[in-house]
């Protein structure tokens, strides 16, 4: 784990280079549609598999990231209640026209990746390493948008609609210790 603010700022950076040249790759039209998913959700695996490995070498216990097995029960309801009130607010139809187990398995395991990383992994090592809870917050947010950079052709608005997400998501976990089970089943229904 990195011990100082510049360390982990490099860190963080090469992390968000790396995601975005991913998400160039795997968004160019060149690649084959199921070939590009495949590989994507290896990608998303290794993220989930290098963060689990952050933090078990961290030695803070998973439970200081957000992993609280005691409490899944409660996170998942949690999460599904606020999702469903944000696809309420948002009025917009949850799955695709024809969902495949795939594309469900897809979904979640970008959900997983991406919420263990930024609020579970990134989010606590921040505070660690003394940034305050705003600051933490900010900056999760503005790499979480940042990192979703080149997924469409409207790459400014969902940027900004990404870095609201995150805003929100942030604010969960800091200001309502809110777990990343919760946060996950939050993020699948966005």
Known sequence: MPKTKKDFIWYLITFILISIIAKFFFSTTLINITWK???????????????????????????HYGIRIRDIPF?????????????????????????????????????LSEELVWRGYILSTLQDI?????????????GFGLMHLI??????????VFLLYGTVFSYLRIKKDAGIVCLVIIHFFT
């Open 37 to 63: 998913q495949n590989y994507q959700d290896i990608f998303n695996i290794f993220y989930i598999l290098s963060t689990l490995f952050f933090i078990y070498k961290s030695g803070n216990g998973f439970p």
């Open 130 to 142: 003394g940034f305050s809870k705003l600051s933490t917050g900010l900056l999760c947010a503005a």
């Open 75 to 111: 996170q998942m309801l949690d999460g599904f209640i606020i999702g469903m009130l944000w696809v309420f607010l948002n009025r917009r139809i949850l799955f695709p026209s024809n969902p495949s187990l795939f594309s469900f398995f897809h979904c979640w395991l970008v959900a």
């Open 151 to 160: 997924s469409t052709a409207n790459t400014i608005q969902i940027t900004l």
